[in-house]
């Protein structure tokens, strides 16, 4: 397995048909304040952090770390994309056979881009940023169960699942996307 590690970061921006995928920036605090303080976004994370909380411990730049992109519309952050390699400290226990190293993909997108294909079509671009940047890592995709937009947007992009377990009080699903696999229309 090649490290994300390994990867030149940040990348020069990706840019979409209506998106830019970037590194953070200063001016992102404020998005990033508020979708972890987002009930909404916080529905299947384990509930909204408190947004004093997050104003005293959110540093200046926000997200500065390889593998996260800050998704952008018309010049404004509208949320994330991340995809790392898991240690083997964060896998549950209903994952423990897997090698613990492999890459995995998150987002977040603050409510009000919901419902526009913007998650599909960041997450798409950063897999085949992923893909040209480590050609042969399959990539995972965790969810709860319940969380039915996500469970789409899998499918979407082409993973397929390899179980479902409970973790964290709830019903999980697991997917994998192996290289060069193409989204579904």
């Known amino acids: 397995m090649t490290e994300l590690a390994s990867v030149t970061w940040p990348p020069a921006p990706i840019r979409t048909e209506r998106l830019v995928l970037r590194a953070s920036e200063p001016r992102d605090r404020a998005a990033f304040i508020d979708l972890f303080a987002s009930p909404e976004v916080g529905t299947y994370l384990g509930g909204a952090r408190p947004r004093d909380e ?3 411990a959110v540093p200046e ?3 500065q770390r390889t593998g996260l992109f800050v998704v952008e519309l018309d010049g404004a952050m509208i949320g994330t994309v991340e995809l790392r390699h898991r240690d083997t400290e964060d896998r549950d226990t209903a994952d423990r056979d897997t090698a613990g190293d492999e890459a995995e993909i998150g987002y977040l997108l603050l409510p ?14 950063a897999l085949d ?3 040209d940047a ?10 709860q169960s ?5 469970m789409r947007l899998a499918a979407k ?3 397929t699942e390899v179980r479902r377990y409970e973790a964290w009080g709830a019903a999980q699903w697991m997917g994998v996307r192996s290289p060069g696999t193409p989204p579904s229309d």
Do not use: M
């Not at 009000?112 to 671009?125: K, L, P, S, T, Y």
């Not at 480590?134 to 969810?143: D, F, H, S």
């Not at 319940?146 to 996500?150: D, E, Q, V």
């Open 54 to 56: 997050l104003e005293r």
């Open 61 to 63: 730049v926000p997200g």
């Open 112 to 125: 009000r881009a919901w419902g526009h294909g913007h998650a599909a079509e960041a997450c798409a671009a």
């Open 129 to 131: 940023w992923f893909v």
């Open 134 to 143: 480590l050609p042969a890592e399959p990539v995972l995709l965790r969810t």
């Open 146 to 150: 319940a969380n039915t937009r996500s």
């Open 157 to 159: 992009l082409g993973f």
